[in-house]
């Protein structure tokens, strides 16, 4: 299956958000709310040999929360195929975008490549959710990869990649997931992501363990990853603590979505 779904969103008089952009195909299914844009799983899957690509645009000034309404779980086709799911993103200066999905739930026998791209412009910000969960209950998951690359005034801020599976010893192994079955990451990047800005965030145990990391980016940007047993925990740890600045990174943690009219 090949689909395509776009979001775009401006500024509006009042501070409302408009949308003037809101296309789905199924089974990517786009539906506003007065919070958040969700995105609604329009049928199963992914399924391996499906072709998704989401676009995200936000405007000067616009601020736009999206969301997906369930976790979603790949699954493995007749073919063997890999299922991908890319999604590109540009937020214009003053924007900001809040990409905070559920999880991937990488199904035995399934291969999924999540891509991501997203161009930021000077002045603006984004926080981006990635949690990948390895099989489902008794399951030892499948195989995925993940690539993120994101600019900041036309300048490289962050790429990276990651590639695991369930049946794989490396991955599996020390270097990698170290015996766990939930990864992930939050990205704080652009306006507001100041070096200041405090990420301890969890319990004392979650700050002394070696399971949630902390990277600065050579530019305004925090990278947190965390890896866990299950998705609760993985949330947990991907959950900052306080966060400087007005209209910083801090609407990860909760508070007023924005108004679509």
């Known amino acids: 299956m090949t689909a395509s779904a776009s979001v775009e969103a401006i500024a509006g008089p009042?501070?409302?958000?408009?949308?003037p952009v809101l296309r789905s195909q199924a089974p990517l299914v786009l539906r506003r709310t007065p919070s958040a844009v969700y995105l609604v799983g329009g049928a199963a899957g992914p399924i391996g040999g499906?072709?998704?690509?989401l676009r995200i645009a936000v405007g000067a000034g616009a601020f736009l929360r999206l969301r997906t309404a369930a976790a979603s779980i790949a699954l493995p086709g007749l073919d063997g195929r890999e299922s991908v799911l890319r999604v590109s993103?540009?937020?214009?200066?003053?924007?900001?975008?809040?990409y905070l999905?559920?999880?991937l739930v990488v199904s035995a026998g399934a291969r999924h490549a999540t891509l991501v791209s997203?161009?930021?412009?000077?002045?603006?910000?984004?926080?981006?959710?990635?949690?990948?969960?390895?099989g489902r209950h008794g399951e030892a998951g499948g195989s995925a990869r993940t690539v993120l690359q994101v600019t900041y005034a036309g300048r490289s801020l962050?790429?990276?990649?990651?590639?695991?599976?369930?049946?794989?010893?490396?991955?599996?192994?020390?270097?990698?997931?170290?015996g766990h079955r939930a990864v992930g990451s939050l990205l704080l990047a652009g306006e507001g992501a100041d070096p200041g800005t405090d990420v301890t965030?969890?319990?004392?145990?979650d700050r002394?363990?070696?399971?949630?990391?902390?990277?600065?980016?050579?530019?305004?940007?925090?990278?947190?990853?965390?890896?866990?047993?299950?998705?609760?925990t993985l949330r947990r740890r991907l959950r900052p603590g306080a966060v400087s600045g007005g209209r910083g990174p801090r609407a990860v943690l909760g508070g007023q979505g924005p108004r679509a009219v």
């Open 50 to 53: 499906d072709e998704l690509d």
């Open 14 to 19: 009042g501070g409302a958000t408009r949308l």
């Open 118 to 134: 997203a161009a930021l412009a000077e002045g603006a910000s984004l926080v981006l959710r990635d949690e990948l969960l390895l």
């Open 158 to 178: 962050l790429r990276q990649s990651l590639s695991v599976s369930g049946t794989d010893p490396v991955a599996l192994g020390p270097a990698m997931l170290a």
């Open 208 to 232: 002394a363990t070696p399971e949630r990391a902390v990277m600065r980016l050579a530019g305004p940007g925090i990278l947190l990853t965390a890896l866990a047993g299950d998705a609760v």
């Open 101 to 103: 999905p559920e999880p």
């Open 89 to 98: 993103v540009t937020v214009a200066a003053g924007g900001r975008l809040e």
């Open 201 to 205: 965030g969890g319990d004392a145990a």
